[in-house]
């Protein structure tokens, strides 16, 4: 005869009436260093009092200055065209700014860098540091 009675050979067979507790108490105790695991990464701010102070807001900063400049060489300060004595006064009343704006240089792709290198060495000696080249994001063909 078996354990559980599954092949008794006369009379009437019984089926087992319990529960059995030990795939419960599995998924409990997993589930139990789940929360213990997680319940300190739940509380990840600090608690900190922070003292009240007044202070004096911090100025915007200037406007970008788009500088561009066509395959013909032309030169354009905020969509406005200038010539070469009209740029190094600008770039230096923007060098005196604080704090200094930047120069966004739109160069045509066509331009001899010649052209762009020239602007660049204007900008530094006028006391310009924040330069950036702005180009289209799409793919080349």
Same mark, same amino acid.
């Given at each position: 005869?078996?354990?559980?009675? %599954?092949? @008794?050979?006369? %009379?009437? &067979?019984? $089926? /087992?009436?319990? /529960?059995?507790?030990?795939?419960?108490?599995? =998924?409990?105790?997993?589930?139990? /260093?789940?929360?213990? /695991? !997680?319940?300190?990464?739940? !509380?990840?701010?600090?608690? =900190?009092?922070?003292? +009240?102070? !007044?202070?004096?807001?911090?100025?915007?900063?200037?406007?970008?200055? @788009?500088?561009?400049? +066509?395959?013909?060489?032309?030169?354009?300060?905020?969509?406005?065209?200038? $010539?070469? $004595? &009209?740029?190094?006064?600008?770039?230096?009343?923007?060098?005196?700014?604080?704090? @200094?704006?930047?120069?966004?240089?739109?160069?045509? %792709?066509?331009?001899?860098?010649?052209? =762009?290198? *020239?602007?660049?060495? $204007?900008?530094?000696?006028? %006391?310009?540091? *924040?330069?950036?080249?702005?180009?289209?994001? *799409?793919?080349?063909?």
């Amino acid at each position: 005869m078996m354990a559980f009675g %599954g092949l @008794q050979s006369g %009379g009437r &067979t019984q $089926d /087992i009436a319990e /529960i059995n507790m030990i795939p419960l108490i599995d =998924v409990m105790l997993v589930l139990l /260093i789940i929360f213990i /695991i !997680t319940a300190p990464l739940l !509380t990840h701010a600090v608690k =900190v009092d922070l003292p +009240q102070a !007044t202070s004096q807001p911090s100025p915007p900063p200037p406007d970008a200055i @788009q500088l561009s400049i +066509q395959a013909d060489g032309a030169v354009f300060w905020n969509a406005e065209a200038i $010539d070469a $004595d &009209t740029l190094q006064t600008r770039m230096a009343a923007a060098a005196q700014q604080t704090p @200094q704006p930047e120069i966004h240089l739109r160069a045509d %792709g066509e331009l001899a860098y010649r052209h =762009v290198a *020239r602007l660049m060495s $204007d900008a530094s000696r006028a %006391g310009l540091t *924040r330069l950036g080249f702005v180009t289209d994001p *799409r793919d080349a063909p």
